[in-house]
């Protein structure tokens, strides 16, 4: 019985997680071409130098470091928000995700390989892309069922919403 009320609960997990690791996997690209646009490249090549120098403790800080300037534009889309500046607030937000997790992308890149001689870094490294590859299989079956319905000719989910819309519609006409 418990199972069955918390999954619902562990879909929209999955399906957080997996919004985070598809942005993840759609950001690097594009990272990249900015890398090759502007004078990225050079700096790659010489953040992969410094870090085959340092320990992968020390890589562990130079991974966590870029976050923290983000920081910042997060809380000023909260300000944004809470001043109901709701556009700018959105934008914001949203601009800090992206270039956050394009910007952990470009670094993970570069120091992945020193992270993982870390043992406990690779069992975590290796339990998150389980739980990715849990979370497609948990996801995929509701992602099928909801691209079958909304495929279904004028009798699907959607044809069915777009009725409930305009009803709804000409009632909020009608009260007018």
Do not use: N
């Not at 609960?9 to 690791?21: S, Y």
């Not at 910042?72 to 914001?92: D, N, R």
């Not at 993982?116 to 948990?138: G, I, P, S, T």
């Amino acid at each position: 019985m418990l199972r069955r009320l918390l999954q619902p609960f562990w879909i929209l997990l999955a399906i957080v997680f997996l919004i985070e690791a598809w942005l993840w996997d759609h950001l690097e690209p594009i990272v990249a071409r900015f890398v090759a646009a502007i004078p990225l490249r050079s700096f790659k090549q010489w953040l992969a130098e410094r870090v085959d120098q340092l320990s992968p403790a020390m890589t562990l800080i130079v991974f966590i470091v870029p976050v923290i300037p983000l920081f910042p534009l997060k809380i000023a889309g909260l300000w944004l928000l809470a001043h109901e500046h709701w556009m700018s607030a959105v934008f914001t937000i949203l601009f800090a995700k992206f270039l956050g997790v394009g910007v952990t992308a470009f670094v993970f890149d570069v120091t992945r390989p020193k992270l993982l001689e870390m043992a406990w870094f690779e069992r975590l490294y290796d339990f998150v892309m389980e739980l990715r590859a849990k979370a497609k299989a948990l996801v995929d079956p509701v992602k099928a069922r909801i691209v079958e319905l909304l495929r279904a000719d004028g009798e699907g989910w959607s044809s069915r919403t777009l009725r409930l819309i305009q009803r709804f519609r000409r009632r909020v006409r009608e009260a007018r």
